[in-house]
T-cell receptor, first 114, second 109 residues
């Protein structure tokens, strides 16, 4: 257990539905990252926050995806109008700010879109 | 674009033997790398890191070698145990992590 928690651990939804995932980082970490991982691949960066500010978004993050970290603590990732291609593991990580500080990963939320 | 990739997708090793997992990177400006271990159903877990001012770094049963000339790094695991079975990723560290595809290591009892 790294101290980063994600909820839910598994989500099955029908195409076209909206889903929201939550990440609770390690409390003293001011950076929070979202990654997506498909089977057999390494995690791909989606976006990250420093405190409540969203500093970078990947091209992978289409306009159907939105992430928030309103109070600089937990974060939510929402996917609207889900598509089958959204099926993946969504990983959250947190770290202290600064390049090279270790990112601690949560267990992930596995999304299956039917 | 820049990428971090692995030579082999799977590797099977007899318990007790040593294993070597390789990784190639393409960004010559990369100067900091991490090896992660990911077990089934879990997020990646930090194993060891190395900066470009080093050629070698050792941890407990693990050694990472970095060859900047050919842009290659490797992870050596000594005296493998069943608990070493997992997928191993190398990642380049910037403001975010850039992961390679991963190698699945299976330890044969």
């Amino acid at each position: 257990d790294t101290g980063v928690s994600q909820d839910p651990r598994h989500k099955i939804t029908k195409r076209g539905q909206n889903v929201t995932f939550r990440c609770d980082p390690i409390s003293e970490h001011n950076r929070l990252y979202w990654y997506r991982q498909t089977l057999g691949q390494g995690p791909e960066f989606l976006t990250y926050f420093q405190n409540e500010a969203q500093l970078e978004k990947s091209r992978l993050l289409s306009d159907r995806f939105s992430a928030e970290r309103p109070k600089g603590s937990f974060s939510t990732l929402e996917i609207q109008r889900t598509e089958q291609g959204d099926s993946a593991m969504y990983l959250c990580a947190s770290s202290l700010s600064g390049r090279g500080n270790e990112q601690f990963f949560g267990p992930g939320t596995r999304l299956t879109v039917l | 674009g820049e990428s971090v990739g692995l030579h082999l997708p799977t590797l099977s090793v007899q318990e007790g033997d040593n294993s070597i997992i390789n990784c190639a990177y393409s960004n010559s400006a990369s100067d900091y790398f991490i090896w992660y271990k990911q077990e089934s159903g879990k997020g990646p877990q930090f194993i060891i890191d190395i900066r470009s001012n080093m050629d070698k770094r050792q941890g407990q049963r693990v050694t990472v070698l970095l060859n900047k000339t050919v842009k290659h790094l490797s992870l050596q695991i000594a005296a493998t145990q069943p608990g070493d079975s997992a997928v191993y990723f190398c990642a380049e560290i910037g403001e975010k992590l850039t992961f390679g595809t991963g190698t699945r290591l299976t330890i044969i009892p």
